[in-house]
Structures are given as C-alpha cells and as structure tokens.
C-alpha cells in the first residue's frame, strides 16, 4: 500500500501548503479499491463500470474531503452490480463501503442521490 498512502500524503500535503486540492482523488479511491477489495480496474475512461470483481462489474464514487455533505450521486444508467463509496474525510482518513446494486433504493430516474450514512444502513 506504499503508493496508495504516498498518493494520500501528497494529497494532504499540497492542500495544507496551497489550500487548494489536487484533481487525483478519483485515482485515489480506485487505487484504494484495488488494494483492499481486489478490484481489478478497468483502462481510464472505460464505459460503463470502473472495474470488476469476480464477475461483477463495480462502479467506484468518491466523497472527497472538500464535499459540503457527504453523499454520492450514482449514475444509475451505467453497467454496474456493486457499488464501492469511499470517503476520504477532512483529515484524509480513508474508509470504503461496497453495497450490491439490488440493495440500493428504487428510484425512477436516471441517478440516485445517496448519503454516507444511508449507504451504511444499507450494508
């Protein structure tokens, strides 16, 4: 996990020098996917999942730790079976949840907003 956690304090780092954040959390949370869920990820800009695990197509979302409220709006149109959310909080902690897509609520659009919080619920 060397690279995950080097990744997460260069992250940390430059937004306690600048205050701004670096673009590369969504790197971040599929790294972390990978290492702890051994999710095999898809090439970069792959349509409809981020990667597999078994057989199961997984989408990956993000809670960042500049995010005003800590929930997750899921494309509901992609090509999906599990859903891994992991929030990285306002002191770069890292913490994941991965939720099969029948367990999601039904909702009749093309997106689902969802908490944290609710996502725990549901696991």
């Known amino acids: 996990m060397p690279v995950f ?9 430059y937004h306690i020098t600048t205050g701004k ?28 999942s981020d990667g597999r695990l078994g057989n199961d197509y997984v989408e990956v979302n ?3 730790p500049f995010k005003n409220n800590h929930s997750v709006v899921v494309r ?22 991965l939720v099969k897509r029948s367990k999601l609520p039904n909702v009749g659009g093309k997106t689902l ?9 549901i696991e």
Do not use: P
């Open 21 to 48: 954040h670096l673009n590369i959390y969504g790197d971040i949370v599929e790294l972390y996917g990978a290492i702890m869920y051994r999710i095999k990820l898809h090439k970069h800009y792959a349509k409809g």
């Open 62 to 64: 993000t809670i960042t």
């Open 113 to 121: 907003r969802i908490d944290w919080d609710d996502l725990v619920q």
């Open 76 to 97: 509901l149109d992609r090509h999906f079976s599990q859903l891994l959310v992991v929030k990285i909080d306002e002191f770069f902690e890292v913490s994941g949840l």
């Open 5 to 13: 956690e080097e990744l997460l304090e260069v992250a940390q780092h």
